[in-house]
């Protein structure tokens, strides 16, 4: 076994990594009297595999955490499997510039996936005591230690209306729904022409929507394609059973997590008593959010071939995907979005439902909750103080009226809820020190009014700096689908390498559906496994890696198919039974869980960095100790803090 320097989490939040940015010195060289032949789409493809094996500590296996290589010498292994890397330099020095709280906080955020509108230097903006705009928008603030910011750049209200008739005489809105509704589709690429659009407070909320509105009485299908739990699904789900509908799901195919594409093209092409009429909706995400796995998007044109509408969930999309998705070939007749505001910061936002404008009769007209508006934060208090008390459900017609003035003393971002894993938290978090004071600060002139993430137009309308946005724009799709390639193969690789000792080679880790691939999503699903090889609980794993300061996910994976050689094995893997959970009352109570596999879940966003991920790494070679989680426990206790529930 390999013996080399033992790296120390806490050595690493001391600095960033020396020599992230520099290019590699590796080549490869070429036979100078032959000529290349150029290379098909699948031979670079075998050939990133046969690199990322060759290069990646080969033939090589960590049974000691103490045994791993330094944080600077993982890195030159890396740089030589993917020179490449070195190209994407632009992304740490946005990094460094626009979200240096993450370097302040030493905190590695891989517990959700998404695109964030700002960026955290737009949030620092203002001074937090004073609200008053910064002398010069274009000059870097001077690093300092991120404080707890709860203002947000503007707050949701819930309102309660028909989603049909919101999408035909909806309107506008808000200059200020105006202005980000249109920077939204211009990032997604999509026409006003072809699409409208409603704001939700998250993906279930729009999930739940469309569900009510579907005429599941006549299209009577519902099929999924998700192969792990979805709140925003479950949600739909349970609507559209309640108006009469056929649910059905997709299946996996064990090991590997890939489609039954047997199964799913049997339900998609069932026939029709009537071929004029619809089957229903077909739920389509392009890739798995929890194991990076991805699907053809020749599945969309099958459904629409076979009389389905169609839900594109988006939310699973990169940052840049949908400038390769090809919208204009597929056309969904409805898709889903969300955004969050700050990177880093909590995650919350809101969601976006786009239908498209031939598809907007066939929904039927039904009162439902989930759409919102987008409020300024002043104006946000004032609903407040004028509704009838409740937090969460505003009046469905906002008394305000966004004036120029009022848009100057609007506050900076605050603390919000990427929908699916912050689901639990509701709109009255963004109403926290929404409270804008006075300041005898002199206003500009009404043609230009500076907020920071927000100019006004002497015509009344608005544009918004989402600077998070312009960043990705300007990145493009190439720079940031490489950089996650490199990165998220790595992880992959390098945890394939930790072998429990003494025990016949037994990884230490399990990977769950797609492993060294150049087209698999920036997603993982793992779990641990003891000297025992019992399955550390993944909430438990979850928790100590967050006491190393690194945010991991938690899902749970279904709809799994076993071949007949692979039925002894679904047994063991299946976990079936009932979890002990507490009411609203305190009380205690039984709750059936889904036959499935509980996995740790990590996710890479584009401002990842190979830092993020040998911390992972680091962290997850610690349970090659047979005692870490006992040594754990006994900090926390003699730390005086409540002890880790197993």
Known sequence: MRKLQSPNLKELSQGCLQGCCKSSSFTVSQPQNKVSKPRTSAACRRDFAATTTSYIFP?????????????????????????????TSVVDQIRAQEYYHLSFSHHTCLDYIGIGLFSYSQLEKYDSSTHQIASSSSRLP???????????????????????????????????????KKRIMDFLNISENDYCMVFTANKTSAFKLLAESYPFQSNRKLLTVYDYKSEAVEAMINSSEKKGAQVMSAEFSWPRLRIHSGNLRKMIERKRKKKKKKRGLFVFPPHSRTTGARYPYLWMSIAQENGWHVLLDACALGPKDMDSFGLSLYRPDFLVCSFYKVFGESPSGFGCLFVKKSTVSVLEASTSSGMVNLVPSKNLLQLIDESSGTDTELDPAPKYKLQEEELAMSSQPGKPAEEEIFETQKAETTLKGSETPETSEPRKPADLVELGNAKSKGNGSIEIECRGLDQVDSLGLIVISNRARCLINWLVSALMKLQLPNTEGIPLIRIYGPKIKFDRGPALAFNVFDWKGEKVDPVLVQKLADRSNISLGYGLLHHIWFADKYQEEKDKVLEKGASETKGKSGHKRKEKIEPGVTVVTAALGFLANFEDTYRLWAFVAQFLDADFVEKERWRYTALNQKTIEV
């Open 59 to 87: 033939n090589t296996q960590f049974a000691n955490h103490e045994s791993l290589p330094s944080l600077q010498e993982s890195f030159n292994e890396f740089s030589k499997a993917y020179p490449q890397y070195s190209e």
């Open 142 to 180: 001077t690093p300092s230690p991120p404080r707890i910011l709860d203002t947000p750049f503007f707050g949701v209200s819930y309102k309660i209306g028909n989603l049909k008739t919101q999408l035909l005489h909806g309107g506008q809105g808000s200059p200020l729904e105006s202005a980000i």
